[in-house]
């Protein structure tokens, strides 16, 4: 995913581009105008309304099958820091420094959450590009000061759920390295509806189950039983589910307990450990890789996401992951074909 991001900062402007062969309608500087909802359509049955600042709501079918909170637009907006797409950059940069004639290097470290903040300078550049079908929506945000620039962008897979296609691209002369949290917070498990979500949000964590399975890094979430007031069995007996190819991750998160832990002691923040198995606690899927990212060079990766898999389903899936080291081939194919039918 390339494009030209040589931009006039002061101004909005719409105008027709071409991103890797295919046609977008491209809003520079959308930063600069009032958020906005919109949708993508797809052939099949998901639903996702998004907002030009990332905040989102998506499932299949209807809001009782949802993979992020469904609520109204305000709502949505204001749990854009907890729900949907998160990215958190750090980039650790030598610095020389003399202290009575002697050279000697610190370090100095600098975090970088794209479409996060509400304030922006004029070194923070954000974009949407979205397709005439209106199948595909893309957002990017250059920061000139750290010589980089993070895009990724939603789009449907009849096969594979909600696929977003994210791309990290160093325009500097010189190689960086940095560590990657990349992923999907608030993921919800089936079978809580959208009134119970809306009624009973943090009475449905006490509910919740989030696994992730050795090798293929396939993370589960799922209820222990469906919430109800009937003296009667509930059980849940399908899951969402998120993976990532592309990445080679250190560790995968199922919570935000361990970013919120480092944002309260910053100082003293402790290396991320891969967790296998959370409980009461609101899903993610956060992939988390120590990355050497060469000079003018990019890295693609893609996470993945879908509701109501049952059994069979998840143990396919993990096979399939397994015994491929790369799907976005696959991917990639199952979203064109969604786009001749």
Known sequence: MNSDTNLNPLSVTGESIFIDGERYYKISNSHLMPEFFMSIVGASDHWMFVSSRGALTAGRQDPDHALFPYAAD??????????????????????????????TARRRKMIWEPFRSDRFDNETVQNLYKTPLGNKLLFEEKRDDLGLSFRYRWSYSERFGFVRSCELENHRDHA??????????????????????????????????????????????????????????????????????????????????????????????????????????????????????????????????????????????????????????????????????
């Open 176 to 341: 960086i390295s940095l560590e990657l949290i990349d992923g999907l917070q608030n993921i919800l498990p089936y079978g809580l509806g959208s009134e119970f979500t809306m009624r009973f949000s943090n009475l449905g964590n006490a509910y919740k189950k989030n696994e992730k399975l050795s090798v293929s890094n396939l993370g589960i979430f799922y209820l222990s039983s469906i919430p109800t007031d009937r003296a009667e069995p509930s059980e849940g007996l399908k899951a969402s589910v998120a993976w990532q190819t592309g990445l080679c991750p250190d560790s995968i998160l199922l919570c935000t307990s361990q970013l919120e832990a480092r944002d309260t002691n910053p100082d003293h923040a402790q290396p991320l450990t891969d967790e296998n198995d959370i409980r009461g606690k609101s899903g993610a899927y956060l992939a988390c890789q120590q990355i050497h990212l060469d000079a003018q060079s990019n890295l693609t990766w893609h996470v993945i996401a879908d509701v109501q898999q049952d059994h069979s389903d998840i143990i396919s899936l993990d096979a399939l992951i397994k015994g491929n080291h790369d799907l976005s081939v696959e991917l990639l194919e199952d979203i064109q074909n969604g786009e001749h039918h």
């Open 74 to 103: 305000d709502q949505i907006s204001a749990a854009r820091r907890n729900a949907g797409p998160y990215t958190r950059i750090t980039i650790v940069d030598k610095q020389e420094h003399s202290t009575d004639h002697t050279e």
